[in-house]
T-cell receptor, first 114, second 114 residues
Framework: DVKVTQSSRYLVKRTGEKVFLECVQDMDHENMFWYRQDPGLGLRLIYFSYDVKMKEKGDIPEGYSVSREKKERFSLILESASTNQTSMYLC?????????????FGQGTRLTVV | DQQVKQNSPSLSVQEGRISILNCDYTNSMFDYFLWYKKYPAEGPTFLISISSIKDKNEDGRFTVFLNKSAKHLSLHIVPSQPGDSAVYFCAAGESNFGNEKLTFGTGTRLTIIP
């Protein structure tokens, strides 16, 4: 069964902390994505990666960075957490070629920055 | 700039009736469209997709219609069931290799009334 696993369901962090959100997929997918979901704004793409060590900015990359050292793992890093980064974070993976397959999502990490 | 729009934040439908969720897009480069369903505290799950070479795709109770000239797509659910109550996101992408990121709409919360 296809699986995308995010390391935490809920996180509470303090303003200014460095935060790591981890995502692992077991489908050997080349593509991995980080989105955040906010009320009234839908899912917005933060960063994505087409291959190991490759990354591209999405629509809202400011305040975030990513790391993909292994194919199955894609990490989202909040360099200095701020309250406006309180959100639901969703990781996804897919194979190349949109028309061949859809993106599979993890269960989400609800991050609260206080 | 919202390239994918779902103008109805919420929709209530009687059980057994048809639910129609709408989505508009502005980017003419989009040629692949998907619908995702999301329950609270879970990641989105893929529902149905359509490529721009078709104008209709059906899967059981779910049918997606695409009107390219109007840049509009809709999801029909018939008959609606209580388990269909969820937030529905439409998503769009370009199916050329190397650019499989999806752009999501803001979501429509569907409530099925028993």
């Amino acid at each position: 069964d296809v699986k995308v696993t995010q390391s935490s369901r809920y996180l509470v962090k303090r303003t200014g902390e460095k935060v790591f959100l981890e995502c692992v997929q077991d489908m050997d997918h080349e593509n991995m994505f980080w989105y955040r979901q906010d009320p009234g704004l839908g899912l917005r793409l933060i960063y994505f990666s087409y291959d190991v060590k490759m990354k591209e900015k999405g629509d809202i990359p400011e305040g975030y960075s990513v790391s993909r050292e292994k194919k199955e793992r894609f990490s989202l890093i909040l360099e200095s957490a701020s309250t406006n980064q309180t959100s639901m974070y969703l990781c996804a993976s897919s194979s190349p070629g949109l028309s061949n397959t859809e993106a599979f999502f993890g269960q989400g990490t609800r991050l609260t920055v206080v | 700039d919202q390239q994918v729009k779902q103008n109805s934040p919420s929709l209530s439908v009687q059980e057994g009736r048809i639910s129609i969720l709408n989505c508009d897009y502005t980017n003419s480069m989009f040629d692949y469209f998907l619908w995702y369903k999301k329950y609270p505290a879970e990641g989105p799950t893929f529902l149905i997709s359509i490529s721009s070479i078709k104008d209709k795709n059906e899967d059981g109770r779910f049918t997606v219609f695409l009107n390219k000239s109007a840049k509009h797509l809709s999801l029909h659910i018939v008959p609606s069931q209580p388990g269909d109550s969820a937030v529905y996101f439409c998503a769009a992408g370009e199916s050329n290799f190397g650019n499989e990121k999806l752009t999501f709409g803001t979501g429509t919360r569907l409530t099925i009334i028993p």
